[in-house]
């Protein structure tokens, strides 16, 4: 194995994938199903009789210790060390989010109310208070790296990945001259994946260089580390969805619109519209997880790291294991959204969405999403929609992007107009889906 081992032993590897989804897209009013995973509501009074999703995708990946130059990432030959810039904190940060919705659909069953069902399979990896300088040091090649003696901290890092199967119903509240009220409820079933979690406190890591026989270089660490996988790595099992463990998720909604567009017409007519939801309120309960905490007292060599089957069987053979439990539950990533859109006219809209965490990312095994600020003006039309979204990312600072939906086909990207001219960005997001949209008889 390489010397990049250490690094996932102690920080893992989150910097160098590439969370939020659907920046712009899911502020449209056609964006149907993909802008129900936000908030439920929105399946009622919307423009669609039905709206069936094939297939949508989206990844977000955010951190703020490396900036790069996407051109020159393409281009290959790209040097991390060389040519990214570097922030370097005791407290760097990294997200990475993977959002798939498989076959999936919302229908009218009265002007009054709706239901959904979809299918989605989601990943979380993210890290906190991780040192960017044990970083950038630990991910060197051994040849051009030096001794070192730095300060690891407390960090703390999850992966969390599942399945989920959800049935969303909405229906109107209130509809009265110029104020229309309507909320919503989705409920999923959680099909457990692969959950795994690392938890360091008060580390320290020195670096001994041999430069005579750089195998011989030695590793000397302080510190207590708890480390968790949800399969059986010490048999040998690679990880898998699992039956046995499961769990309940919920998300409610509701969008208030101001309406003196058209009286007498039916289906967004509104000039101003604000709506809040709070998404992924549940936990999956992992009955087989193993957490195991180890004394990080000790000295390894590179031969012990290069040698290593796994970061696992690394820390049993070098490490002693101070305590060890069994059963653990996983939070989702519950999150607070809000959204306001100001439709200027027919076809022109600005818009205001937040994404708020109501998990600590601190926390042990703490599913957790980084919070965002993003504005978007948009022009929308029934058969067409393009947009600017220009977001706050927490952990890597302003990102500006753009897409657009033709027909059944949306793609786009919250950081694509950034990552093409910035030589610093920290952040990228794509994403794409396949519809097959069933409009209202009205434009």
């Known amino acids: 194995m390489k010397r990049t081992l250490l690094l996932f032993c102690f920080f893992g590897s989150f910097f160098y994938a590439r969370s939020q989804s659907y920046f712009g897209f899911r502020d449209d009013n056609y964006a149907g199903i993909q802008s129900a995973l936000f908030n439920p509501s929105v399946i ?9 999703t094939i297939f949508s995708a989206s990844a977000t990946g955010q951190n703020d210790l490396y900036g790069f130059n996407f051109a020159e990432v393409l281009d290959g030959n790209y040097d991390i060390h060389e040519d990214a810039s570097k922030t370097i904190k005791t407290n760097n940060r990294g997200n990475v989010n993977f959002d798939i919705l498989g076959p999936s659909f919302m229908m009218n069953i009265t002007p009054e109310h709706s239901i959904a069902l979809f299918t989605r399979f989601r990943s979380v990896t993210g890290m906190v208070d991780v040192n960017g300088q ?10 051009v790296s030096n001794s070192f003696l730095i300060k690891g901290g407390n960090p703390n890092g999850v992966s969390n990945t599942w399945a989920e199967i959800g049935a969303s119903y909405a229906t109107i509240f209130l509809d009265e001259e110029d104020h229309f009220i309507k909320g919503g409820l989705t409920v999923k079933y959680l099909m457990a ?3 795994g979690y690392i938890s360091g406190n008060d580390l320290s890591v020195a670096f001994n260089k041999n430069n005579a026989n750089p195998s011989l270089s030695e590793y ?7 480390t968790a996988a949800s399969y059986d790595y010490q048999n040998g099992n690679d990880p898998k969805f699992s039956g046995a463990s499961a769990g309940v ?7 208030y619109e101001y309406r003196t567009n058209c009286h007498t017409c039916i289906g967004n007519r509104y000039k101003l519209k604000a709506a809040a939801s709070i998404t992924d309120i549940g936990k999956i309960n992992y009955k087989n997880i193993t957490e195991n905490t180890y004394n990080l007292a000790g000295r390894v060599t590179q ?12 820390f049993d053979k070098h490490y002693t294991k101070v305590s060890s439990r069994t059963g653990v539950k996983a939070n989702l990533p519950t999150a607070l959204h809000t959204n306001f859109d100001w439709n200027i006219d027919s076809k022109f809209y600005l818009n205001l969405s937040t994404d708020i965490s109501l998990v600590n990312a601190k926390t042990i095994n703490g599913t957790a999403l980084p919070n965002s600020v993003t504005f978007t003006p948009r022009y929308e039309t029934r058969q067409f929609s393009f947009y600017v979204p220009v977001t706050y990312m927490e952990y890597s600072g ?4 753009t897409g657009f939906r033709a027909g059944p086909l949306f793609v786009g990207s919250g ?3 950034s990552n093409l001219f910035s030589n610093t960005s920290k952040a990228c997001n794509l994403y794409a889906g396949l519809k097959l949209p069933l409009f209202r008889n009205y434009n």
């Open 398 to 401: 302003t990102q500006v992007g």
């Open 193 to 195: 994946g692969v959950n």
């Open 44 to 52: 009622v009074d919307s423009k669609y009789r039905a709206d069936v």
């Open 303 to 314: 031969a012990d790291i290069d040698n290593a089957e796994s970061i696992f069987e690394f």
């Open 415 to 417: 950081s694509l107009i």
């Open 134 to 143: 044990l970083i950038d040091e630990v991910s060197k090649n051994l040849d």
């Open 249 to 255: 998720g919920l998300d409610l909604g509701f969008t």
């Open 220 to 226: 000397y660490s302080t510190g207590t580390l708890k």
